[in-house]
């Protein structure tokens, strides 16, 4: 599914020598220079990445260990990808209580990011349904760690990008589900304050939030889009839609992005105005509904060959109205636009990881087609408004934020490096950190 | 209930064709050198699906040690709907030209010991008179090649011997499958470099499972391996002998 030593975003380009782990109870290799865990590469731009070093492959771990299907405990290794819990828990009544929006990540990948989802109000963050996991160091200690058993190595290695050791496996509390359908709603708003509005309205009847932002349209429309809210279905809803059979891919890299001014700005506009109603119901099937992008295999190349950057900050409560309205100003001036533009509201869960992302705020992500300098110098900008309002950009999707500002986002990062194994880098934490 | 029997459970493309069945409900025995693996694949398969999963460990290059393992799967099992013999190596073919110790060695290993564990369970299917006794034997043993000769030839001896058992077993409602994949991702073949032609181990193992249900004979995997090797074996060895392949 993914390129080899690749990250999602295909830019920065990285040189790098990659094993494979199949067997958690080896030792980890010995190798010249640093190794970093490498998943499925879905991290956006290089944390996932380890230039001149060694990428330690672990979709080879792919095992399950134990399932409890009156508990929803699942153990497993740390390379199988959501997709396959899915397939075998999902018939059995069970679901990942956080998923992220792609469902190609492995379990390891997903506590180092310690990732988050649309229920993220509800339930938090990955790391808070981790049981225990496993911590493989290159002195060939094992460490079980919980929030109760070694709660400091634990609070490191959630949300720790993989630098504090190899994570082999993990125990997972699933939650219980009805059936694979979710019943949703999308409801249409016409600038910013009516997303902040709906947030509060609607999210307390509903365990999935999320909205999609047209950040062409300026002035009176400025922060207008679509707010979707979903909760699983009861076993037999009144409506049963066939489960999705799309094999769409992208075959190859086009020689320029697909994604520009023009094509942006017929997208958001057509995409504003996809239903009629201002409030429309549909019952769908989960894949569809939490995964629509993972129905185009390498939708990633549509950027062409110079990939594409993504953007995610969270803005506090008190600075989100003001400081969401800036950023997206300085994106409709850009014209640079972004063809996904998602805001959701964080909850107020304190997460469990030292670098852990999710905190209270309302959170944005962008993509842009890498157009070079312009592009980071639009993101310096961005950067500029999420600083002074005292919030933070998301390490798993950055290829470009300066070493201060990563420190000034992440306090935690120097009691952080204390648990980083001495064998273990990324290109991300070098270009943050040292 | 299906009953499985996996000789190799350990390698990529047996490992994936025994998730396969776990998938369906099958019942499994599995055999393979590291008990450590087998009892990780055990678990694994029980979460998968499979009703049961046992194993026993078996250096295959010990030929009189077969009869006690297979016996015990025979036991375990009761009948074997499906057996898949998918253990083997990758030898260094330089290697092998520089020491006709490993030469043999590794023979014994691709060839040697399949067929002796061949001999032995095709004595079995023929009195339970139904089930697939399935090989995994290689695009390689079509016809030797100067990059990989000697893995070639244990595998020629493979695909000659299922020729010949299919024939003899076919007659008592036994079918013998012989399985030739071209190149898979798997940790055998860590050190290529792969290209288009690659194939990964889990739709080797969908084929498989397809080509043991449908009763097929010889199955080369992915099927353009077939057109592919019908050129290589055809071209005259006047030619062959001066090009490099």
Redesign the interface.
Known sequence: MSSVGQSWGRYPVAAQTII?I????RPLPTVNGVVLPYGNGRSYGDSCLNDGGTLLRAR?MD?????DPFTGQLE?EAGLLLSDILD?VVPQGWFPPVTPGTRFVTVGGAIANDVHGKNHHVTGTFGQHVLNLELLRSDGSRMVCSPELHPDWFAATVGGLGLTGLITRATLQLRRIAGPWMSCETRRFRNLDGFFHLSESVAARHEYTVAWVDCVSTGDGLGRGLFTCANHAPASPDVKPGAPNRHLSMPFTPPVSLINPLSLRAFNSLYFHRQREDIAHATTHYVPYFYPLDGVGNWNRIYGPHGFMQYQCVVPPTAAQEGIKQLLEVVARGGDGSFLAVLKQFGNQPSPGMLSFPRPGTTLALDFPNQGERTLRLLDKLDDIVAAAGGAVYPAKDARMNGQRFRQYFPAWEAFSHFIDPRFSSSFWRRVAE | MLRILIVGASSAIAEATARCYAARGARLFLIARQS??LE??A??LK??GAADVAFATLDVNQLDAHGDVLSQAWTWLGEVDAMLVAHGTLPDQNACEASAELAVKEFNTNGTSTIALMTLAANRFEAQRHGTLAVISSVAGDRGRQSNYLYGSAKAAVTAFASGLRQRLTKVGVNVLTIKPGFVDT?MT?DFKKSALWAKPESIARSIVRAVDRGRSVVYLPWFWLPIMLIIRHVPEFVFKRIKL
């Open positions: 494979d199949t067997d958690r109870h080879g095992r399950y260990i134990r399932f497993c075998l | 450590q693996r990780d694949m678990s694994d979460v998968r940790p860590r």
